[in-house]
């Protein structure tokens, strides 16, 4: 018995010793971001709501700077940073990079960074 808790100390140790897994982008500048992202819009945080390991930020646009959006844009991301997700504040305002797929906008970490980088 002793000796399995000894090789379950010495796996956990091991297992302890990897480093963890984060989120990691690519150096861009607002320019690169704007390129690069399909939906790009200034607007204004309305509400955020988190669905298992989702969150869901409802913005209200106020100018589009590249594609097309509905007054009220519901953005997707990760919950978790580690997994770039991004972090919306109620009544925050920001420039907004998306993508969109089978009908929802998300974003990440990796382009909201690049496009409010300076932003009061």
């Not at 209200?60 to 940073?81: F, I």
Request: net charge positive; glycine share 8%; aromatic share 6%.
């Amino acid at each position: 018995m002793r000796l399995f808790y000894k090789v379950l100390v010495l796996i956990g140790a091991a297992l302890a010793s990897f480093p963890a897994q984060a989120c990691s982008c690519k150096k861009m500048t607002r320019e690169q971001a704007v390129a690069a992202t399909p939906v790009v819009f200034e607007g204004r945080v309305l509400r955020v709501r988190k669905e298992g390991n989702s969150v869901y930020a409802d913005i209200e646009a106020a100018r589009v700077l590249k594609g097309s959006v509905p007054r009220v844009v519901e953005v997707g991301t990760h919950a978790s940073s580690a997994a770039c997700g991004y972090t919306f504040r109620v009544g925050q305002t920001l420039t907004v990079g998306a993508s969109l797929s089978q009908m929802q906008f998300s974003t990440n970490m990796c382009t909201m960074v690049p496009l409010n980088a300076g932003a009061r």
